[in-house]
């Protein structure tokens, strides 16, 4: 008799087992139950369907060749059967059965299987507040809540927002508001930093600058929204610890969790956090069900430890895995880095690996490199800035980490996949200072950035370049008045005429190639902050003072660049 393959979730990975199984073994009988009518549509593509950028809905449900991803279309193009606005409510294991439920008629049947794969992805977090149950307070989980919130905007009936939440969705749905409807957006979110845990605290801080120079009204950090509150069924306010707020919409981007409920009441093995624990073949438990996608949780090959990591992506790489290994193969699945991009207005945010905080709580000893540099030859016209941050394990140099920002998505993207390609082997900073890359004018400068900034590591790591961070900076100059430092910057004068006649008591120029004859006019009784555009003339000024004895000294990451991209106008 054929194989038969039950499929519990239509959405993503899904569609992807029922499609790779079918066409391994196309006698194959296979059957996806999705208690949406809405099925195998791209959920990542939302706030770009809310923006306008995906003018309707129905694209996020199409193929590359403009057809349709629904029941009828699965049937006569994949031979899968689609018993959409179905539920499924148990699993009974040693009958090989599941019981399951027309949400239309109400009618409850069970289906028999050979092998069962759960699908059932994440469930959004709703903050447990009074109000939480208010109209026009969306959580973004599905097409039906993009819809509803797109509607609103059509008919011009959202004038403010705000979002809870300030992850990759809750930024995405800021821009969303913001750029094309003109809404007038707050983000709120609870921790001190824009998307914890995949940012360090310096580039998560050029982010929220990002936002408020693109128009969002406010980012509000290390706030605790308290309630919601309405009038007729409607939220009208948010009420933090802090403020109270108008609104006429909220959006709740508070993270996900496993959609576990059913494994977990069939007896199958789950993690603490609620995931459904696989092998590396995505075999649960019990050998005959398989899941992957948002419902389960694999191993970081960074920390070497148990993560959830919700992703469109991976949740298709494991279907085909899955889809492969039910037809009688044992490929195997490593895990992953945590490799991610989000697009915040003009700017492109990626990041692979751990941050320094992730890799502080995995138990390594790790240090943080910022650099700004040309993402292609400086004198290339469509050369751009690309802010680079790249995070390594101070005893023994295994780079842990990569992350950035660039108005140039793609070559971001190039540099952040480069890094997360080698993660898993443990590279160490010498293989990415010798890292090889493609080069040409158009595309990369002859040293690429992602060279430079191990390089800048290994410059640390030998104390040749002894730095200091924008955050620091910033505290050292409003401090300035206690006349411990002096802020030496070493740039050409039209630079740096700005900042000498607004703060002569504390900013002196002395350009770079200058220094060797200038050296009287430095103090010996105060710490010498160096600066530049980017970093590199003040190394090099640096080096030169240590030579001559005069210090101590510290470069500012980043230069005059970084403190701009901060939102951190001197002048």
Not at 11 to 27: F, N, S, T, W, Y
Not at 88 to 107: C, P, Q
Not at 188 to 198: C, K, T
Request: glycine residues 10%; contains cysteine.
């Amino acid at each position: 008799m054929p194989l038969k393959v039950v499929v519990i979730g239509a959405v993503a990975l899904g569609p992807k087992v029922a499609c790779r199984l079918k066409r391994l073994i196309p006698d194959a009988e296979v059957i996806m139950v999705d208690r949406d009518d809405l099925i195998s549509y791209g959920g990542c593509g939302i706030p770009y369907f809310v923006s306008g950028d995906v003018s309707e809905a129905s694209q996020l449900q199409t193929t590359s060749f403009h057809m349709v991803r629904n029941p009828e279309f699965f049937r006569k193009a994949k031979d899968v059967t689609v018993l959409n606005r179905t539920e499924a409510l148990a699993i009974d294991r040693g009958r090989k059965l599941v019981r399951i439920r027309s949400l239309n008629t109400g009618e409850e049947q069970d289906l028999g299987y050979d092998k069962l794969v759960i699908a059932t992805g994440s469930r959004p977090n709703r903050l447990p507040i009074p109000g939480a149950e208010l109209g026009r307070v969306f959580t973004v989980a599905n097409l039906h809540d993009a819809i509803a919130i797109k509607e609103l905007l059509t008919a011009g009936r959202v004038g403010k927002a705000v979002v809870l939440g300030g992850g990759a969705i809750g930024l995405e749905m800021t821009e969303a508001l913001t750029d094309l409807w003109g809404v007038e957006t707050v983000l709120i979110e609870l921790q001190d930093q824009l998307l914890p845990g995949l940012l360090n605290p310096n580039l998560a801080r050029m982010v929220s600058h990002q936002l408020t120079a693109r128009g969002v009204k406010d980012v509000c950090l290390s706030e605790k929204v308290v309630r919601l509150e309405g009038a007729d069924g409607v939220v009208q306010r948010v009420v933090t610890d802090k403020r109270t707020i108008e609104t006429d919409l909220v959006i709740m981007a508070a993270g996900v969790r496993p959609n576990a409920d059913l494994a977990r009441v069939a007896g199958l093995e789950i993690s603490a956090r609620g995931a459904i624990k696989v092998n590396s073949s995505f075999q649960t438990s019990d050998p005959d069900i398989y899941a992957g996608g948002d419902c389960i949780e694999t191993l970081h090959l960074v920390s070497g430890q148990p993560v959830y990591f919700p992703s469109g992506s991976l949740a298709n790489r494991q279907g085909r895995i899955i889809g492969t290994n039910l037809a009688g193969a044992s490929e195997k699945f490593d895990g992953v880095v945590g490799t991610a991009i989000i697009k915040v207005f003009d700017l492109a945010v990626a990041a692979a690996g751990l941050s320094e905080v992730r890799g502080r709580t995995a138990g390594f000893d790790p240090f943080s490199t910022f650099v700004v540099q040309g993402d292609r030859a400086h004198f290339y016209p469509e050369m751009d800035l690309m802010y680079l941050e790249l995070i390594a394990d101070r005893n023994t140099r295994q780079v842990l980490g990569i992350q950035g920002l660039s108005g140039h998505g793609e070559a971001l993207a190039a540099r952040i996949n480069a890094v997360a390609a080698i993660l898993k082997h443990k590279p160490l900073l010498s293989e990415i200072s010798n890292l090889e890359l493609a080069y040409a004018p158009p595309f990369a400068a002859a040293m690429d950035v992602l060279n430079a900034v191990a390089n800048t590591a290994e410059n640390i790591l030998a104390g040749k370049n002894r730095v200091i961070d924008v955050a620091e900076f910033a505290e050292r100059f409003a401090g300035r008045a206690d006349g411990r430092q002096l802020f030496l910057d070493v740039r050409g004068p039209a630079n740096a005429e700005p900042y000498v006649k607004k703060y002569p008591e504390c900013w002196l120029n002395i350009p770079q190639d200058q220094l060797r004859e200038r050296l009287t006019e430095l103090p010996r009784d105060k710490e010498l902050i160096l600066i530049c555009n980017s970093g590199v003339r003040s190394y090099e000024a640096q080096i030169f003072l240590d030579q001559m004895g005069i210090g101590p000294s510290r470069n500012l990451q980043g230069g005059v660049a970084a403190l701009k991209k901060w939102g951190l106008n001197l002048t």
